[in-house]
């Protein structure tokens, strides 16, 4: 499967989904995390009509670093 966290970010700069204090990822109130096969929590979100993947802590070190992981 493959992770679009550059579609997904700009999501969380414009508010749709929010990351609090603890490093968890919020969408209109509720967690938007799912856990997958190998226990790593992620982020679904539709943008337009396709479904993009994003891991939940790659979004949290961008979102508290404010720069993309490093290679």
């Not at 992770?3 to 969408?27: A, K, N």
């Not at 993947?53 to 790659?58: E, V």
């Not at 961008?62 to 290679?71: A, E, K, W, Y």
């Amino acid at each position: 499967m493959k992770r679009s966290e550059e579609q997904v970010y700009p999501h969380v700069l414009s508010g749709l989904l929010t990351i609090d204090v603890e490093g968890r990822v919020w969408r209109s109130g509720f967690r938007a995390e799912n856990r997958t096969t190998l226990g790593y929590l992620q982020v679904r979100l539709m943008i337009g009509a396709k479904r993009h993947h994003a891991l939940a802590h790659r979004l949290v070190y961008r979102h508290f670093s404010g720069q993309p992981i490093p290679d």
